[in-house]
Structure formats: C-alpha cells, structure tokens
C-alpha cells in the first residue's frame, strides 16, 4: 500500500497543477502530457533493461544448478534410498529373533518408502524353510 501512495505522489510530481490551471491552452495541456508520457516510456525502458539484466543472472545460476545436479551423486530424482538386504527368517524358534526381523522390516519399509499394499508380499520374500511352509499352508 505504502508502495502505491509513493507512485501516486510521484506522478502527482510530474502531473503538477493540470486540475487547478485553469488558464492553460490546451496545446500547453497536450504538451505536459506528451512531456509525461515520455518520461514514462523512459521508465519503462529503465525497467526492462533492468529485468533482462536480473534475468541473465537468473539463468547463468540455473545453469549452474543444473549442472551440479545433473553431477551430484546418487541422483536428486531417486526417489527411494538404497537401502541393504534384510536377513531371511525362517528356522528360527525365539520370540526374540521375531521381533527383531519385524522390527528390521519396518524400518526397511519406512526408510524404502514402501506403502501399506507391497509390505505383505515382501516381507514374505524374505521368509524361508519352516516359515515359508507355515504361510503356504495357511494360504
């Protein structure tokens, strides 16, 4: 708002007393005008100039920026980490090496972003002997 007030006391600045002059021919009037009208265009050049300048700044840090991505290693458009292979669980009879396989999945699966649908059928990948059997048969 304060940015508008300052343009308008500006213009007011170049415009002077047009609205109170009363005694102005009109060729002074139409001259006044002209005489504003150019020092807008003036200003308008002003500010495409300093566009195109800001411009060509813009672009030399964009292709800056690709390049560094296009070198980063391991890629910003992979969109899941890698992340190691989990250990098979099978012959296994503690309650403790349960919990410890399905806590590793879990984290596996937050950290792989994997959804809700695809844990099932990969977490039964990596089951094997005895408890490959007992899903098989549960099936």
Known sequence: METIRERLLHLEGWMGDIL???DRSIQDRLDLAMEIADKAAGQYVELT??????LQVVDGELVVFKQAVATASGGVGSSKPKVPKLKAFGDARS???LENFLWDMEHY???AKVGLAEQVNITVMYLSSDAKKFIRGVG
């Open 109 to 111: 699966f937050s950290v």
């Open 49 to 54: 100039v300093e566009i195109s300048k800001k």
């Open 20 to 22: 109170n002059d009363e």
């Open 95 to 97: 309650s403790k090496e």
